[in-house]
């Protein structure tokens, strides 16, 4: 039991590490080789829905089971263009007008939206511990945003539209798909709405249109972005679930944005100022605070 805890906990860490550098892997693509967000949307997209109905078809088939039932058809269209598309192209979409760092602390808040959602539905106000977390993220964004000057708007506004944006649809890709989650495996959810979303992409911007200057770096950011980014860190973070529970799992999830600005810095030479350390911590510490609200039955 003690080793599946341990085993739990690496994986959890792991794929959130993963998923942080991938932002970093991103922004590295965009100002090395020249590619668009739209380009890489729907291109990893379609590589990584592929891959995971192809791993789902082989380990023990029906991957088009969901498409027999009308409902179920309309429900993961919604779920895709209401959460995955706008998550995946509003997080790269802000990268590339600000940095890896910022976006992916901006996606993070949406567990604090979510909060807002299920009182204002509920019609019941949030616990004191859920109010403090709003008010924390709140004065997060607003630091990430102005850098403490009400005056000045640091980020640009595109920055901040998409970064924000991307947390909505990571509110309702987590709170949406209730039902269909109860009937089809997660991996069958994830890979359609990626195929799905990759289509519409590609009348935005085809995968095989492109200019730019690729070489072995550019590949291998490519390549970590599909697999490494994508693929791995959630086969891992579903098992690691699995070992350690969902409480836990959201805790070590914490270390996505941690990454993420430790690799930005490093790697990009990403010139944060103090505010936005500032602005990180307040924005982390109000999803952590969410991580220890216990679960409510309805």
């Not at 088939?61 to 309309?74: A, M, P």
């Not at 987590?174 to 109860?182: E, G, H, I, K």
């Not at 089809?184 to 519409?200: A, C, R």
Request: proline share 3%; with cysteine.
């Amino acid at each position: 039991m003690r080793n599946k805890v341990l085993m739990g906990s690496i994986f959890c860490i792991v794929a959130a590490c993963c998923w942080g550098v991938s932002g970093a892997a991103g922004q590295f693509l965009f100002n090395h080789t020249g590619i668009t967000p739209e380009w890489l949307v729907s291109t990893r997209t379609l590589a990584v829905g592929i891959l995971m109905l192809t791993f789902l078809q082989l380990r023990r088939g029906g991957v088009f089971e969901i498409w027999t039932n009308k409902e179920d058809r309309k429900g993961i269209i919604i779920f895709t263009l209401g959460g995955m598309l706008f998550m995946q192209y509003g997080y790269f979409a802000a990268i590339n007008y600000c940095n890896a760092a910022t976006a992916t602390v901006l996606q993070y808040t949406a567990p604090v939206l979510i909060v807002i959602y299920l009182a204002l539905r509920n019609r019941k106000l949030p616990s004191a511990v859920e109010c403090i977390a709003v008010a924390g993220c709140l004065i997060g964004t607003i630091l990430l945003a102005t850098h403490g000057d009400l005056n000045n708007l640091s980020l640009s506004p595109q920055a901040l539209f998409w970064g924000l944006l991307s947390s909505v649809a990571l509110a309702f890709y987590t709170v949406y798909p209730t039902r269909l989650l109860a009937k089809y495996d997660t991996m069958l959810l994830i890979g359609w709405s990626m195929i799905i979303g990759s289509v519409v992409m590609h009348f935005v911007h085809p995968s095989w249109e492109y200019a730019a200057n690729w070489d072995m770096a550019g590949v291998a950011a490519m390549v970590f972005i599909v697999i490494f980014g994508t693929m791995t860190p959630y086969l891992l973070f579903l098992n690691g679930v699995k070992y350690i529970g969902p409480t836990k799992s959201s805790l070590y999830a914490s270390a996505e944005p941690l990454a993420s600005t430790i690799v930005s810095v490093v790697w990009l030479k990403v010139g944060l100022e103090l505010m936005d350390y500032i602005g990180f911590i307040f924005i982390v510490a109000a999803v952590l605070m969410l991580s220890f609200v216990p679960a409510k039955k309805e």
